[in-house]
């Protein structure tokens, strides 16, 4: 059933009271911000990139407050081992007896930082695959659903650090978002030192609850996808293939399907978040390099060259054009002018 009006509206000033909330923890990243809360309500999970101390565990804290979501931290290190993320069996007294009891991990909460996750081992990082995607865990054959809502928000360092793994593929292809954090410039700095004091986290009241959250998102569920719209993010995601754009020549793996449906999920999301009732082809713009970037390898050549994901999907979207020539005149009608 699709939403009216009114509902948007109303939804959208909620929304916009949790980006006021969280603009106050985070100061000059209005930006990350937005595409932080774009991400969650399309019930994606998120990973942060950037160099340590710009914020991106305030980030993920301002949301525990401000959502009263159960968050659980996850300290990434080397010697970390799969059951100290999802929880191992352990030998207890029961009234029938010693037996193996499952004894859940950190990974059993609504929302769970990892924090620099590309610290730990890629055997490590594997025990989120299951998690990230079908909201449980299986541990000695034995599946545990997780608590919903369930969201990772995972932060790491950049890669040439020392000390780090690059994520999996597989990985990578769970995270609705990468989001790069950048450094703040001196007037925000400036802001910061006025207003912050070092080791005292700043308050915030909560402002929405799990309940609420819950029902947005289904009501995200809800916005109408143009047919035209979804051509175009077909054409999109299948553009980052060899042989489908000129763009597609500096790439040597393409992006998933389910980048198509992450795009979908996102563009529904903004839409919801800017009080509109249908997605537009310039939601989908917005949110497409966060969501495609890291879902793409260049080729050596490219890399030589200097390119970066970020500027491949920034030329593919120049390259694609929004309406397919040979979609018909009255579907093209049908899509928002956004």
Known sequence: MALDEAVTQERAKEIAKLRDA????????????????????????????????LGKTELVKG??????????RIQFTPDLLPGDITGNPVLQETP????????PGPLFANLVLADEINRASPKTQSALLEAMQERRVTVLGDTHTLPQPFFVLATQNPIELEGTYPLPEAQLDRFLFKLEVTRNNAATLERIVNQ?????????????DSATLQAIMEDVRKIYLPD????????????????????AEGIKFGASPRAALSLASAAKARALMGGRIN?????????????????????YNARIDGKTNRQIVEELLVEIPTQDLKTPATLKQTA???
Not at 33 to 49: D, P, S
Not at 196 to 208: C, K, T
Not at 281 to 295: G, L, N, S, W, Y
């Open 22 to 53: 969280l603009n106050t923890i985070l100061f000059g990243q209005e930006t990350l911000v937005e595409l932080t809360l774009t991400g969650l309500l399309a019930r994606g999970h998120l990973l942060l990139e950037g160099l340590p101390g």
């Open 63 to 72: 949301l525990s407050k401000a959502l009263q979501l159960e968050t659980k």
């Open 96 to 103: 029938e007896g010693r037996k193996f009891v499952f004894q």
């Open 196 to 208: 912050r004091e070092l080791g005292v986290e700043p308050e915030l009241e909560s402002v929405m």
């Open 228 to 247: 035209v719209v979804a051509n175009y993010i077909a054409r999109l995601v299948d553009g980052t293939h060899s042989g489908q754009s000129k763009t």
């Open 279 to 299: 997605a537009s082809f310039e939601d989908v713009k917005a949110v497409a390099v966060p969501v495609i970037q890291h879902r793409i390898i260049l080729e």
């Open 336 to 338: 928002a002018a956004g």
